[in-house]
Antibody, heavy 117, light 110 residues
Framework: EVQLVESGGGLVQPGGSLRLSCAASGFTFGSFWMHWVRQGPGKGLVWVSRIDTDGSTTTYADSVKGRFTISRDSAKNTLYLQMNSLRAEDTAVYYC??????????WGQGTLVTVSS | QSVLTQPPSVSAAPGQRVTISCSGSNSNIGNNYVFWYQQLPGTAPKLLIYDNNKRPSGIPDRFSGSKSGTSGTLGITGLQTGDEAGYYCGTWDSRLSAGVFGGGTKLTVL
């Protein structure tokens, strides 16, 4: 069974940093692209970033480019999202997701990030 | 202001059929596969349809997908109260080099 378990969310002040982790199991982690998607309170899904199988190619939404960094550790079967210079509008549930074709087939349960003073 | 446009809400009676539209452009739906996701209240999204019209194992054939030009459509037949959820279309946008989703459609089964 595919499992994606996010952690690292919490309350952070504007301008602060946070690192999210996603522990993957039940599939060959190194064979799949991986994504982060977020959902603000009462809002829709917003794609954030993706990374290829060996971590050499990364892509970001314009809203997070230069502030967020996606990475992966295949030895630990773990995906990361380093978030710097956080803003109130980054408040959301962040989902780790497995890539399939051009988008996503499996989702984690999400971790809540709240940016507030 | 999502890149893909969906109706905010649809409703129908139990047992009836409903369709949800997803409108895009040549840079996204026009040249890439459409995905559909179901999000039950308080839970993570779940894949319903991939590659325009394929169902993952375990998804009942009451759910179907189609694509024509720059639009995709999700169809649900034999509506059940358990189908009440948010439904999102998504794809890759080649011009933006980014994943894009519709704003979501809330389905109410009356």
């Amino acid at each position: 069974e595919v499992q994606l378990v996010e952690s690292g969310g919490g309350l952070v002040q504007p301008g602060g940093s946070l690192r999210l982790s996603c522990a993957a199991s039940g599939f060959t982690f190194g064979s799949f692209w991986m994504h982060w998607v977020r959902q603000g309170p009462g809002k829709g899904l917003v794609w954030v970033s993706r990374i290829d199988t060996d971590g050499s190619t990364t892509t970001y939404a314009d809203s997070v480019k230069g502030r967020f960094t996606i990475s992966r550790d295949s030895a630990k079967n773990t995906l990361y999202l380093q978030m710097n210079s956080l803003r109130a509008e980054d408040t959301a549930v962040y989902y780790c997701a497995r890539g399939w074709g051009s988008l996503i087939d499996q989702w984690g349960q999400g971790t809540l990030v709240t940016v507030s003073s | 202001q999502s890149v893909l446009t969906q109706p905010p809400s649809v409703s129908a009676a139990p047992g009836q059929r409903v369709t949800i539209s997803c409108s895009g452009s040549n840079s996204n739906i026009g040249n890439n596969y459409v995905f559909w996701y179901q999000q039950l209240p308080g839970t993570a999204p779940k894949l319903l349809i991939y590659d325009n019209n394929k169902r993952p194992s375990g998804i009942p054939d009451r759910f179907s997908g189609s694509k024509s030009g720059t639009s995709g459509t999700l169809g649900i037949t034999g509506l059940q109260t358990g189908d009440e959820a948010g439904y999102y279309c998504g794809t890759w946008d080649s011009r933006l080099s980014a994943g894009v989703f519709g704003g979501g459609t809330k389905l109410t089964v009356l």
